[in-house]
Structures are given as C-alpha cells and as structure tokens.
C-alpha cells in the first residue's frame, strides 16, 4: 500500500502562482508514474499531468502554464501552476500507477490517489 498526501493548494487571484507536493510513502516510488489530476464541483476527474520516469506529458488546458517534477530521494511530486484561471479552481489530486510503463491518463489506470488539495482562483 501506498500513501500518497497533497499540500500547497490554497486561494490565488487569477495570473497567480501555486506549488502543488505530494509526498509517497514507499521504497518503490521512483518506479511508479505519478499523475495529477483535478475534480470541479459538479464535474468529472479529469487528467492534468503526468511524469513517467523523466517524461512528462500535460493536457492540452495546462500546457505551457503547468509543469510537473519529481525528486525521488524525497518521495516527492509536484504541480507548479503559473498563470492561473479561474477555470483551474478545483481539487487536485495526486495519483500513482505501480506499472510505471505506460502514458496513464485515465483515472482507472492509477493504483493509489491522495485525499486531494483545494485550489481556488479568483477572478
């Protein structure tokens, strides 16, 4: 089992900047693709970024604006999200996939999902 919790969300006006982290318990997590993923009210889960091994994969909505990293000697993911809109209010979640070997941007291709971080822009 692995244990996977979020920090950093918080209240940004729009064009402001957040650090998403989420931090993995386990000794196999430099194996696993980490995703993040975010949950509107009303909406459904949707895929935000990806990073398999050094590779790094983003929806078309985030893309130039968002960047995901890992540093594997602390467990760690994180979201930098620049340039922020409204439309990026939600709970954003971070996920992991033990196969490690696959572009997984669906939700039912991850193992393990924290409990989620709220992010709310204002406009």
């Known amino acids: 089992q692995v244990q996977l919790v979020e920090s950093g969300g918080g209240l940004v006006q729009a064009g402001g900047s957040l650090r998403l982290s989420c931090a993995a318990e386990?000794?196999?997590?430099?194996?696993?693709?980490m995703g993040w993923f975010r949950q509107a009210p009303g909406k459904d889960r949707e895929f935000v970024a990806l990073?398999?091994?050094?590779?790094?994969y983003y929806a078309d909505s985030v893309k130039g604006r968002f960047t995901i990293s890992r540093d594997n000697a602390k467990n760690t993911v994180y979201l930098q999200m620049n340039s922020l809109k409204p439309e990026d209010t939600a709970v954003y979640y971070c996920?992991?996939?033990?196969?490690?070997?696959?572009?997984?941007?669906?939700?039912?291709?991850?193992?393990?999902w924290g409990q989620g971080t709220q992010v709310t822009v204002s406009s």
């Open positions: 996920a992991a996939d033990r196969s490690g070997l696959r572009v997984a941007t669906t939700v039912t291709e991850y193992d393990y």
């Open positions: 990073i398999l091994q050094s590779s790094t």
């Open positions: 386990g000794r196999t997590f430099s194996r696993y693709t």
